[in-house]
């Protein structure tokens, strides 16, 4: 048994080793391999995953690409910068990845964007929340899709005030994506005429109570709580502010569909938060997800899932028009391309990508609706207010971007 | 052997020699510079674990500050990647010596317990200092040139870099282990009460096995930044302090080469598990339970045992 | 108003009440860490998974069976407990004489198999369960309104911990289980199945664990990483407590989760820290823990 184990092992594990290797050499000149990194086995698996997995193969099999051939690989990043930039610099040297697409986690999504500058690659990001992409860290060779700290700031923030949820306190987990929203909410809070009455850092990751702030926030008299976290800390902050019966508006500052899906109409309903896509927004919409559906029939697509599809789309349009070879020796080439044609997909509509990288795709504030409302499954939104693609975004001016100063 | 090496552990030498000459030919240098960090690392704890029977559950504290402190002398004061990375390994060593004084005083699980939560201050310091950049982490540091001249632009330079400090901590862990220090070290781990009735000030021993260990821990970590370029909270935090300890049990605990076996099982464990998504914590979990199970005393263990070998 | 350092008095008394539910979290299932570690000598890491696995059941039996809180408050823990018995029999039952070391890392394997299969399942954004019907609604104390779930939270914690505590020190089988503690092999020759009396032990403790989640499922997220935020704090409660004492980790428990409480109010960034603090003041003054015996 100890024999037999141990040669199971050391077999699997040099199949594993040969690998990759065995793939850079099979690769053909023409084939554009388009690698999906991000995070598979941990927190963000629902919002990113393997649902964007499956809406990037929808867009390479919808696109039918003439002339060259397109693959997809993936990996799990396992939200550690190292494993992450591991596996891009590995991706782009030998595996013949010329384009990586998602990549949630701030830390790891700026560790790869510096891989990518470095080795002149193209990188969507779509999962990703940091502004920073489009900002200090801004590359001629990174597009940032879906969603930025800065529109769900702008989106949620803005309107709630102007809604009557004129004083806030925030409850914001203790890393840099949470001090950014606040940051930014703050910002537009203000700006719309509201007070901060207070806010609240929990230490991030590792708290599941988050009564102790909760009771903070109604104890300041504020009208609207304000929770600058994400994933299983907003679900939690949400589900125990319904059991507390905090009467205050929840506003999420960072919220997706598979979230709402998780706590279930009984508590959700009511809350607002911005997204940029919702599957029963308007025909195309409800046809793209009818079409992607099969690949992922228990989690619908968000915005993220739906950016790795219009990303991919896009890109491969752009590829197409600069030819495979041209896109394959410059990731910079490939997103002026992009940049240079407007974008225009079932998911989002129309819309551009800006100088610095930005994706300017409209923005929608949504309120969730009531379990009476709710005539179906993952029937879950009713919109409250849309920004357009041009309104929805930081000004470029605003984002300090370097290499456009050049 | 004038080194204190036995026939078979020079054999084993010359071989791990030629595989770190030939490995950038075979897998993607990055890959193999991360297993020498790595596997640097794990020697450095196995120093602790293997040679005097402490067990410390920290040991990311000085690999994750040695990391940090190399980027940022080398991204903010423009230090050369020599300087950088030995200013990361005297933090880990200096860390290690204010920690190490207050836990070698405890004794069996507590001794690490006391590193564990010792070590959670610093991971609580670099989420609270500025200078770390939170949860973004010290991001695009450049690769410093050595000594201030040669660059380290190139992967293969760097390679034989990292290949080289490799080398040199693992030697002077070998050296320390077979010098007169490391035989008392030895007589604490079997027979503490036995080594104080003998006369030895054991404390002051096992203070400087952990400094030693910190060190070379920090080395590790600051050679890690400069490779990749950026230090996050990831090396800070406690499950690398698990990692580290799984490293070093998977190679073989208290066998000179286990822990740069283990390092290299479990980079490849966490690379190349990486496209089966979903699969990467179940069968690195499956391996561990198998590792226990059937084979404990670790890859380079059995071997050895098997062979009849000290490796 | 009186206030103390700048904070309203009622405001510290709702915290220190919330700081308590927290504690009975805390008590429970560290509680089973220190009851396995006891007489198997096995740090159990695979308790976090366990205790999500209890909620996760109690989900289950909601969904698929319609089987309500109550009943799965018994249930669940049962159907875990077997589990935890047949993960004794196949796996733990091996590391029997050896090192810590060993014990630690088969349960963390465990728990990452555990927890990655049930991510496969089920997702990471987790699955909805209700607060049971009766235990809806708000419970006004004077000083804060505390929902009442919650105080059937603290009464069912301390109540078990109790019941435990009682079973361990007053009964014939408690009896034979410290005995076992202390001496193994002695107790055996005096005719006692010493192995059968690990096996149950693990699964009483696995049990625990479970009970525990089942407590949480209704105000936490369920989801397959709920319990690998907990597993470090309740470890540190153990040791806190002094490894293996019973009531050491009960009291540990309740004291670090008021601890944490205050802290939220004066630095909530460090409330994650604080523990680690106190472990550091604590071992260093006191080498065993508060109440373990020195080795």
Redo the contacts between chains.
């Keep these: 048994m100890t024999k037999l184990s141990r040669r199971l092992l050391l077999g699997t594990a040099a199949a594993a080793a040969a690998l990759p290797l065995g793939r850079a050499r099979t690769q053909a000149k023409s084939t554009i391999r388009i690698g999906v990194l991000n995070d598979q086995s941990g927190p963000y698996r629902d919002t990113s995953g393997v649902s964007s997995v499956a809406c990037t193969k929808q867009a390479v099999a919808e696109f039918a690409a003439q002339g060259f051939d397109v693959d997809v690989v993936a990996a799990d990043h396992q939200n550690k910068p190292d494993i992450g930039a591991g596996i891009a610099r590995q991706w782009y040297d030998r595996d013949g990845v010329d384009m990586i697409i998602d990549v949630p986690t701030s830390s790891v999504a700026l560790a790869v964007g510096a891989v990518a500058k470095e080795k002149d690659k193209a990188y969507l990001n779509v999962g990703a929340a940091t502004a920073d992409l489009t900002g200090k860290q801004c590359a001629p060779n990174i597009v940032h899709w879906s969603y930025d700290t800065y529109m769900l700031a702008k989106s949620t923030g803005g309107a709630t005030v102007r809604s009557g949820g004129d004083s806030w306190y925030f409850v914001t987990a203790d890393y840099a994506f949470g001090h950014q929203l606040q940051e930014q909410t703050t910002r537009f809070v203000t700006a719309a005429g509201g007070k901060i009455l207070g806010s609240s850092t929990y230490p991030f990751p590792g708290t599941t109570d988050f009564s102790s702030f909760l009771l903070q926030a109604q104890a300041s008299g504020a009208k609207v709580l304000g929770l600058c976290n994400a994933g299983a800390d907003t679900v939690n902050s949400i589900k125990q502010a319904h059991e507390f019966g905090v009467p205050m508006r929840v506003a999420a500052m960072l919220m997706f569909i598979s979230d709402v899906h998780a706590l279930g109409l009984d508590i959700a309903q009511g809350l607002t938060l911005t997204e940029s896509f919702y599957w029963d927004l308007n025909d195309r919409t409800r046809a793209f997800t009818e079409r992607v559906k099969p690949r992922t029939p228990n989690n619908w697509p968000n915005m993220i899932h739906a950016g790795c599809y219009a990303g991919t789309l896009h890109y491969l349009k752009a590829v197409q028009q600069i030819g495979a070879a041209n896109a394959k020796a410059s990731g910079a080439a490939v997103v002026n391309a992009m940049k240079a044609m407007p974008t225009d997909d079932d998911a989002f509509g129309h819309g551009r990508i800006r100088e610095d990288g930005r994706g300017m795709l409209p923005s929608y504030l949504f309120q969730v609706k009531t379990p009476a409302e709710s005539k179906g499954p993952w029937d879950f939104y009713k919109q409250l207010s849309s920004y357009g693609p041009d309104e929805a975004w930081r000004p470029l001016a605003e984002g300090n971007c370097a290499f456009l100063k050049l | 052997m004038s080194f204190g090496f036995s026939r078979a552990q020079a054999v084993a030498l010359v071989a791990l020699v030629a595989v770190i000459i030939v490995a950038p030919g075979l897998?993607?240098p990055?890959?193999a510079m991360?297993v020498l960090c790595f596997g640097l690392f794990a020697s450095a704890f196995n120093l602790l674990i293997g040679y005097v029977g402490l067990?410390s559950l920290g040991h990311a504290a000085y690999f994750g500050m040695g990391g940090y402190v190399a980027a940022y002398v080398a991204k903010t004061w423009g230090l050369s990647a020599e300087l950088a990375i030995l200013a990361g390994g005297a933090v880990g060593g200096l860390v290690g010596l204010v920690f190490g004084w207050?836990a070698i005083?405890?004794?069996?699980?507590?001794f690490a317990?006391?590193t564990?939560?010792?070590a959670?201050?610093i991971?609580?310091f670099c989420?609270?200092a500025s200078f770390t950049?939170?949860?973004?982490?010290i991001?695009?540091v450049p690769r410093a040139p050595l000594f201030g001249v040669v660059s380290m632009q190139d992967d293969m330079a760097l390679y034989w870099l990292i290949a080289g400090i490799f080398l040199a901590g693992f030697l002077l862990i070998h050296r320390i282990v077979h010098s007169p220090f490391g035989q008392v070290l030895k007589a604490i781990r079997e027979n503490e009460p036995r080594a104080i009735s003998l006369g030895y000030r054991v404390d002051d021993y096992k203070l400087l096995a952990f400094v030693l260990s910190a060190f070379l821990a920090g080395i590790a970590g600051a050679a890690?930044s400069q490779v990749?370029?950026?230090a996050?909270?990831?090396?800070v935090d406690?499950p690398m302090s698990?990692e580290v300890?799984?490293m070093t049990?998977l190679g073989g605990?208290g066998t000179i080469f286990g822990p740069v076996v283990g390092a290299l099982?479990f980079g490849?464990l966490?690379?190349?598990?990486?496209?089966?998504?979903?699969?990467?914590?179940?069968s690195?979990?499956?391996?561990?339970?198998?590792?226990?199970?059937?084979?404990?005393r670790g890859i380079v263990g059995e071997l050895g045992n098997r062979l009849r070998l000290v490796l | 108003m009186v206030t103390i350092f700048g904070k309203p008095l009622l405001l510290l008394y709702g915290q220190l009440t919330l700081g308590l539910v927290n504690g009975a979290f805390y008590a429970l299932l560290s509680l089973g860490l220190a009851v396995i570690f006891g007489l198997l000598n096995v740090i159990n890491f695979a308790h976090g998974a366990l205790f999500m696995l209890g909620a996760f059941v109690a989900w289950g039996l909601l969904t698929y069976l319609g089987i309500g809180y109550w009943a799965a408050l018994i249930v669940a823990p049962c159907v875990v407990g077997l589990f935890g018995v047949a993960l004794e029999r196949v796996l733990i039952k091996r590391l029997r004489g050896l090192d810590h070391l060993y014990g630690l890392l088969l349960t963390f394997g465990c728990a990452l198999v555990i927890e990655g299969l049930m991510r496969n399942e089920f997702g990471s954004s987790g699955v909805a369960y209700d607060i049971p019907h009766a235990l809806k609604g708000p419970l006004n104390l004077g000083f804060m309104v505390l929902p009442l779930y919650r105080a059937w939270v603290v009464i069912a914690a301390t109540g078990m911990c109790l019941a435990t505590w009682l079973l361990i020190e007053k009964t014939r089988l408690g009896a034979t289980l410290r005995a076992a503690t202390e001496n193994a092999p002695l107790v055996q020759a005096f005719g006692v199945d010493v192995p059968r009396l690990v096996t149950l032990t693990y699964g009483a403790g696995v049990a625990l664990a479970a009970f525990a989640g089942v407590l949480a499922a209704p105000m936490n997220s369920v989801n397959p990483n709920m319990g690998s935020n907990l597993i470090v704090v309740v470890f540190a409660t153990v040791v806190i407590g002094g490894m293996g004492s019973i009531l050491g980790s009960i009291v540990t428990g309740f004291g670090l989760g008021i601890i944490e409480g205050l802290t939220k109010v004066y630095y909530p960034e460090g409330s994650a820290a604080v523990v680690y603090v106190v472990m550091v003041i604590v071992l260093l003054l006191r080498p065993a823990g508060l109440f373990g015996r020195a080795a």
Excluded: N
């Excluded at chain 2, 005083?105 to 507590?110: A, D, E, L, M």
């Excluded at chain 2, 950049?133 to 982490?137: A, F, I, M, P, S």
């Excluded at chain 2, 996050?232 to 090396?235: C, E």
């Design positions: 897998v993607y990055v890959f991360k067990l207050l005083r405890r004794q069996g699980i507590y317990m006391i564990l939560a010792l959670q201050m991971y609580f989420t609270q950049g939170g949860e973004d982490g991001q695009q890690k990749f370029g950026f996050t909270l990831t090396d406690w698990g300890v799984l049990l605990i099982m490849a966490e690379t190349y598990l990486a496209p089966f998504g979903d699969w990467v914590t179940v690195q979990g499956a391996i561990f339970i198998l590792c226990v199970i059937a084979f404990r």
